[in-house]
């Protein structure tokens, strides 16, 4: 499959779950992704500096327009720890790690996003509005409660299944409560 056509199922993935979880400026939308699975490989065994770069890039652009925070979850091998911007860390007060991802202890997307953003440091746990999982590489610690599948029209991109999770405030009260 051919990288433009890889980059506009990502659009298409990631406007449908804009479009779906209502997201404000300043949220926080948050990825998961195997690019070893988006090239056909096994999760962890076939890491894509060049997928992980575009993945990012295209990311970026469509949240960048909306003035919505990417944080870049790394692998189990950096325990899951994100990639955000300092900015980002410091008006959630989220602790900063030390760790510097690499292909095979991150992935290529954290990798990517080190790259890409302005000021990069590593945080243990976000907590994120919405987000999508290229690869089942299980973002769910990430997005907030309650969380709500999101069912986008394109359910993979290159080998990788593709899930999302948006959020919404809890229910409480009782048969009389207005929501």
């Given at each position: 499959?051919?990288?433009?056509?890889?980059?506009n199922k990502?659009?298409?993935?990631?406007?449908e779950v804009l479009a779906e979880a209502q997201l404000r400026e300043k949220d926080v939308f948050v990825l998961g992704c195997t690019t070893s699975e988006i090239v056909g490989g096994t999760i962890?065994?076939?890491?894509s500096k060049e997928v992980g770069e575009?993945?990012?890039?295209t990311l970026k652009e469509l949240l960048d327009q909306k003035n919505i925070y990417l944080a870049v979850q790394g692998c189990e091998h950096i325990n899951r720890a994100?990639?955000?911007?300092?900015?980002?860390?410091?008006?959630?007060?989220?602790?900063?790690?030390?760790?510097?991802?690499a292909l095979h202890a991150g992935g290529a997307c954290s990798v990517?996003?080190?790259?890409?953003f302005s000021d990069p440091v590593e945080v243990e746990s976000v907590t994120a509005q919405a987000g999508i999982d290229i690869g089942d590489t299980s973002i769910g610690m990430h997005v907030k409660h309650v969380q709500v599948p999101v069912r986008p029209s394109v359910k993979e991109l290159g080998g990788a299944h593709v899930t999302a999770l948006r959020s919404r405030p809890k229910y409480i009260g009782g048969p009389r409560a207005e929501y």
């Open positions: 499959m051919e990288k433009m056509e890889l980059q990502l659009t298409t993935i990631v406007e962890g065994k076939s890491s575009w993945v990012i890039q994100l990639v955000v911007e300092r900015e980002l860390a410091d008006k959630r007060g989220w602790e900063i790690v030390a760790v510097k991802p990517a996003a080190f790259e890409q």
